[in-house]
């Protein structure tokens, strides 16, 4: 069964630092979702993409997250520089399209741990 | 504002036993529904969801769930609960019409007992 592929799967850096997650979705998934799932709660959606597009960014700490997928298959999320309030896991999720009402599929997540 | 309630933070059931996890939405228009669960340090799975139809939805493992517009709910059940049923539980709905975004309830912790 296909699966969503995170890397790595845990992460500790130290604040100011960069950081840097990677999804790669079910093939064929022209929708990617990163969530930050913060400990006791439930995910927050930080941006979708159709493709290579962004949909949705609204929640995204911009002065320091950039997330990216150029090519419209996998992406990458970025963190510069880490805050200790990053602490979390990072999830990705994609589907087979927007607005259809479709599943979200999950990776395993990375969590990050900022000392 | 667009929400979704999970009023208990853990529910105990004993195996054998038919288990709820309660969920109630707040949301303009006709609701998605989905249920998750997720496993320590797992990403999250999917369970079942509602999006139009026969308000008693059949899902994984087991799993249904009711919905019920007049009371804006959608509480997940199992009629026998095993021990490996054991789990966080988020319910979410989807919010805007362009977007798949899901707003995810805070979840609830699911416990078994042999």
């Known amino acids: 069964e296909a699966e969503v592929a995170q890397s790595p799967r845990y992460k500790i850096t130290e604040k100011s630092q960069a950081v840097a997650f990677w999804c790669d979705p079910i093939?064929?998934?022209?929708?990617l979702y990163w969530y930050r799932q913060i400990l006791g709660q439930g995910p927050e959606l930080l941006v979708q993409?159709?493709?290579?597009?962004?949909?949705?960014d609204s929640q995204l700490p911009k002065d320091r997250f950039s997330a990216e997928r150029l090519k419209g298959v996998d992406s990458t999320l970025k963190i510069q520089p880490a805050e200790l309030g990053d602490s979390a896991m990072y999830l990705c999720?994609?589907?087979?399209?927007?607005?259809?009402?479709?599943?979200?599929?999950f990776g395993p997540g990375t969590r990050l741990t900022v000392t | 504002a667009q929400s979704v309630a999970q009023p208990e933070d853990q529910v105990n059931v004993a195996e054998g036993n038919p288990l709820t996890v309660k969920c109630t939405y707040s949301?303009?228009?006709?609701?998605?529904l989905f249920w998750y669960v997720q496993y320590p340090n797992r990403g999250l799975q999917f369970l079942l969801k509602?999006?139009?139809?026969?308000?008693l939805v059949k899902g994984s493992y087991g799993f249904e769930a009711e919905f019920n517009k007049s009371q804006t709910s959608f509480h997940l059940k199992k009629p026998s609960a095993l021990v490996s049923d054991s789990a966080l539980y988020f319910c979410?709905?989807?919010?805007?019409?362009?977007?798949?975004?899901?707003?995810f309830g805070t979840g609830t912790r699911l416990q078994v007992f042999p």
């Open positions: 093939s064929g998934h022209a929708t």
């Open positions: 949301v303009s228009g006709n609701p998605y």
């Open positions: 509602y999006i139009t139809g026969d308000n």
């Open positions: 979410a709905v989807r919010v805007g019409y362009n977007t798949d975004k899901l707003i």
């Open positions: 993409f159709q493709d290579e597009s962004v949909v949705d």
């Open positions: 999720a994609s589907s087979p399209t927007t607005s259809s009402g479709y599943e979200q599929y």
